[in-house]
Nanobody, 121 residues
Framework: AQLVESGGGLVQAGGSLRLSCTAS????????MTWVRQAPGKGLEWVSG????????YYADSVKGRFTISRDNTKNTLYLQMDSLRPEDTAVYYC???????????????RGQGTQVTVSS
């Protein structure tokens, strides 16, 4: 199984980025998927999650109203549209499978290698 993130980069505060995560080696369409992030010197933080059919979607309070998660099961791809970015959003962003769309257990499932997002003030 493999998850590969892309789309990170350097952006000014208030800007936007769209992250993508392409899955292979497992039946992507039946898995709950999440985005998690890790800021410098901090632990993993759950950001957002989506059920297999996109019916159930959850966001952390810190990103609600600014980030949008979506998935395309025909392309085995997960997305995170990030708008109104803030310096505190700076982190490595990972996509991962999860047992539930509203939480993340690092001891469960698959996680990608991550993509760096840096927001300058």
């Amino acid at each position: 199984a493999q998850l590969v993130e892309s789309g990170g980069g350097l952006v000014q505060a208030g800007g936007s980025l769209r992250l993508s995560c392409t899955a292979s080696g497992f039946v992507y369409s039946v898995y709950v998927m999440t985005w998690v992030r890790q800021a410098p010197g901090k632990g993993l933080e759950w950001v957002s999650g989506i059920s297999p059919g996109s019916k159930n979607i959850y966001y952390a309070d810190s990103v609600k109203g600014r980030f949008t998660i979506s998935r395309d099961n025909t392309k085995n791809t997960l997305y995170l549209q990030m708008d109104s970015l803030r310096p505190e959003d700076t982190a490595v962003y990972y996509c991962a499978t999860s047992q539930s769309p509203d939480s993340y257990n690092p001891n469960y499932g698959y996680r990608g290698q991550g993509t760096q997002v840096t927001v300058s003030s």
